[in-house]
């Protein structure tokens, strides 16, 4: 697996392995251990996801060094603020059964629809993140969901996010905030890099993978990695799991990736200003 080199040199698998809505318990544990054995070496988890003690028993029941992983958690929004973050960390690591993390992310920036201090409670999460960063017990820190507005306050700071975590896929390519994170040699990270399973149905993407002879999960993950966004898909079932890996021997025309660009009504979109969880 090629990786993506953060800005502080931190190296990073170029595809990762999403855990969300996978369900907790053996289903999550052997999903995982099949993910790792089939190669990849980049697990994206989340607190909120409900099943990081499962997630660590599936690296457990791998075999794999815990060096060789790259394993990601977030903080989750009811967590934000320095004490909290840091109570969320400190379980969140016990849960993975590891004793440090690749990557720590801010899952979703405060509200200003529920928070009137949301800058303030941004810049406090941040800074216990920071400090978990200094001492070692994350290799990289960033963000997810982050739009200009939430960013730029951040950009300030002593150590600034390395990867901001997107809903990127074709039909959604969040050219302004994509540019800033350039800018500043920040990595976006897609999420959702199918649209969640729902861009599958589309009947332009699957003529186009045909003409490929292609998957259309394939052409999705591709159309990921040559923007030069960091594809993390999921599945629970073995032979999609080993498809989705399987993107290096082809390349998508400028064309079609500019109608991939292009691609209508696949888009969840939440506007993280608007959200109520
Ligand atoms: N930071 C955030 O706010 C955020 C938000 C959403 C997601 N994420 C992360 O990103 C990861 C991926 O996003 P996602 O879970 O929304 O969706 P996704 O990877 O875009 O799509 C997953 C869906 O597609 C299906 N699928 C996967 N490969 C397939 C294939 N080759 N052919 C047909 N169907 C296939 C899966 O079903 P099967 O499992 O049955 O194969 C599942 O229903 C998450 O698991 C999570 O780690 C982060």
């Not at 394939?218 to 594809?231: E, M, R, V």
Request: hydrophobic fraction near 35%.
């Amino acid at each position: 697996m090629k990786n993506y080199e953060l800005r502080n040199g931190v190296r990073v698998p170029e595809i990762g392995y999403g855990t969300w809505k996978t369900p907790d318990g053996e289903t999550c544990a052997k999903a995982v251990e099949t993910a790792i054995k089939l190669g990849y070496r980049h697990i994206d988890a989340a607190m909120v996801y409900g099943n990081e003690e499962s997630v660590g028993l599936g690296i457990k029941n791998s075999g794999i060094r815990r060096e060789e992983l790259f394993l990601t958690g977030k903080v989750w929004n009811t967590d934000r603020g320095y004490g909290r973050t840091i109570r969320a960390f400190e379980k969140t690591i016990k849960d993975l059964q590891t004793d440090y993390l690749d990557l720590y992310l801010i899952h979703w920036p405060a509200s200003p629809n529920q928070y009137d201090c949301w800058e303030a409670l941004n810049r406090e999460t941040w800074e216990a993140l920071t400090d978990l960063y200094k001492s070692g017990k994350i290799k990289a820190i960033g963000v997810s969901n982050f739009r200009r507005r939430h960013l730029i306050p951040l950009l300030e700071e002593e150590v600034i996010p390395m990867v901001n975590q997107l809903e990127l896929h074709p039909g959604m390519v969040q050219a302004d905030i994509v540019s800033l994170c350039s800018e500043y040699q920040i990595l976006p990270e897609a999420y959702s890099p199918l649209g969640n399973g729902k861009l599958l149905k589309s009947k332009e993407l699957s003529e186009m993978a045909e003409r490929y002879g292609k998957t259309s999960a394939q052409i999705c993950i591709k159309w990921n990695l040559q923007h030069g966004f960091l594809p993390l898909s999921k599945s629970v079932n073995e032979d999609r799991m080993r498809t989705n890996l399987e993107v290096h021997d082809f390349k998508i025309t400028e064309e079609d990736m500019r109608t991939l660009d292009g691609l209508e009504g696949f888009a969840d979109g939440n506007d993280p200003d608007q959200v109520l969880f």
